[in-house]
């Protein structure tokens, strides 16, 4: 099975960055309350600059738009140098000029996890739902954190990292993967399904075999991005690297 959504391939990753940053600029443009979802990760490191410097030009406006990021760590509050929280910060929204009314953020420091999950939940359904939920892919296929498994989780949930998460995330504590949280809090499977429009970026020659399967490959657990091929709204961007396993 394929996937039948527009997959489109650039050069580099900067070329990347900056198409999908515009992406968001116009859909701002044409809807100012603009609810996001948002990665965090290495992939979205240009992307991000690309905003920040429009959004310095007053080609983005952010101070309608809502957003909610994707997963943080279990156990560490917002304020810990490795959240993911203090990655947005210093990478955009420090940056622009989005409400922190409207930036939201899953609580890993929270009392009860399971509760902290609903009122995630129910943030998002609050906002509306989320109209542009824009992601990275694990080099294993998991996209928030739905690692591979013999089941997927629906909603925002509690989940254990893969070793290969836990080292692909070391560089947020200090290198040292043991450092990094056993466990995150997660949007669902279903949670990122019922965004309106999906944009999956991929970039560098790491991220050609899970592609391949994503777009060649058939829906699975094991390859838990392969369940966007049930979406009805997903564009795919890639460099040349991550492209390297397609076919023309
Ligand atoms: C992070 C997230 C993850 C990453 C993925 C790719 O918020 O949701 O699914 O998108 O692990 O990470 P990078 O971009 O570092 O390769």
Redesign the pocket.
């Known amino acids: 099975m394929s996937l039948a959504h527009k997959i489109s391939i650039f050069p580099e990753a900067a070329v990347v960055a900056r198409e999908l940053a515009t992406e968001v600029a116009d859909a701002l443009e044409e809807n100012p309350s603009l609810v996001l979802g948002l ?6 490191l240009l992307l991000y600059e690309e905003l920040v410097r429009l959004a310095g030009t007053g080609r983005i406006d952010f101070s309608q738009a809502t957003t909610f ?3 943080e760590f279990l156990g560490i509050p917002a304020s810990h140098p490795g959240s ?1 929280r203090s990655f947005m910060q210093a990478h955009l929204f420090d940056h622009v000029n989005l409400d922190p009314q409207r930036i939201h953020f899953l609580n890993g420091a929270a009392a009860n996890p399971f509760d902290e999950c609903c009122r995630y939940e129910k943030a998002i359904d609050e906002a509306g739902g989320i109209d542009l939920l824009i ?5 294993n296929g ?4 739905n690692e591979p498994g013999s089941g997927l989780a629906a909603r925002t949930h509690r989940v254990t990292l893969k070793p290969e ?1 836990r080292r ?1 995330n070391a560089a947020l504590f200090g290198n040292d993967p043991d450092a990094v949280p056993a466990e995150a809090l ?1 949007m669902g499977m279903g949670t990122i399904l019922d965004a309106k429009a999906v944009v999956l970026v991929a970039t560098g020659q790491r ?1 050609a075999a899970c592609v391949e399967q994503l777009v060649t490959g058939p829906i699975t657990t094991q390859l838990p991005a392969s369940f966007l091929q049930l979406h009805k709204n997903v564009e795919i961007l890639l460099d040349a690297a991550a492209a390297a396993r397609l076919q023309e």
């Open positions: 990665p965090t990760g290495r992939t979205p990021n994707l997963d993911y992601l990275g892919i694990g080099t998991h996209i928030g954190f998460t692909s997660s991220k």
